[in-house]
């Protein structure tokens, strides 16, 4: 079965320090997406992408968030300068489709876990 | 904005049914997940309802009550593995992918 690929499923990291979460979403998904989970807490919209452009983001997703889509098949989320709050699970997801017939359901990956010192 | 309730926990036996109830409030509501969460991994994907009614799917079921606000996963024949958090999920207007999540029901099942 299809699946969402993500590199690395741990990552430790000096506060201040860039990290960068990489993705495969599934092979014939066309929107991609990031979410995260601080421990205990929801889960909680990040960005949505398509067509190679941001299509909405939270009120988290501030300049120190970015996302790419290198290549054809990786998705990234870049935070420039980590800061402490930013320790969290960090999941991407790709869907089909945003809506209409199909019920646009996101296909989460195994998550990336974050952790800033 | 959006409020979505559920309960923070519910314990029930090996073979028993259990009914996670969710409400929510939103403004152009465009339809309802759920998904199952075990700890430390991905959620996946459960059920969708967006019209009122019952949706079957083997051991699992979900209701939707539009006018109420209103969800509710029923959990049939419960089994050891189902214990995990389960999340309720509401998708807001033309909002690709954005889904507000709900803080959880973690269910755990006793033999």
């Known amino acids: 079965e299809p699946e969402v690929t993500q590199t690395p499923s741990h990552q430790v990291t000096q506060m201040g320090q860039e990290v960068i979460l990489r993705c495969v979403p599934i092979?014939?998904?066309?929107?991609f997406y990031w979410y995260r989970q601080i421990l205990g807490q929801k889960v909680e919209f990040l960005v949505s992408f398509y067509n190679n452009e941001i299509s909405e983001k939270s009120e988290i997703f501030d300049d120190q968030f970015s996302v790419e889509r290198p290549d054809g098949s990786n998705f990234t989320l870049k935070i420039r300068s980590t800061k402490l709050e930013d320790s969290a699970m960090y999941f991407c997801?790709?869907?089909?489709?945003?809506?209409?017939?199909?019920?646009?359901?996101?296909?989460f990956g195994e998550g990336s876990r974050l952790t800033v010192l | 904005g959006q409020n979505i309730d559920q309960p923070t926990e519910m314990t029930a036996t090996e073979g028993a049914i259990v009914q996670i109830n969710c409400t929510y409030q939103?403004?152009?509501?465009?339809?309802l997940f759920w998904y199952q969460q075990h700890a430390g991994e991905a959620p996946t994907f459960l059920s969708y309802?967006?019209?009122?009614g019952l949706e079957e799917k083997g051991r699992f079921s979900s209701f939707l009550s539009r006018s109420k606000g209103y969800s509710y996963l029923l959990l049939k024949e419960l089994q050891m593995k189902d214990s995990a958090s389960y999340l309720c999920a509401v998708r807001e207007g033309d909002s690709w992918g954005k889904l507000q999540f709900g803080a959880g029901t973690q269910v755990v099942v006793t033999p």
């Open positions: 997801a790709s869907s089909q489709t945003s809506n209409g017939p199909n019920t646009g359901e996101l296909f």
């Open positions: 092979s014939n998904h066309l929107y």
């Open positions: 939103t403004s152009g509501f465009n339809g």
């Open positions: 309802n967006v019209l009122d």
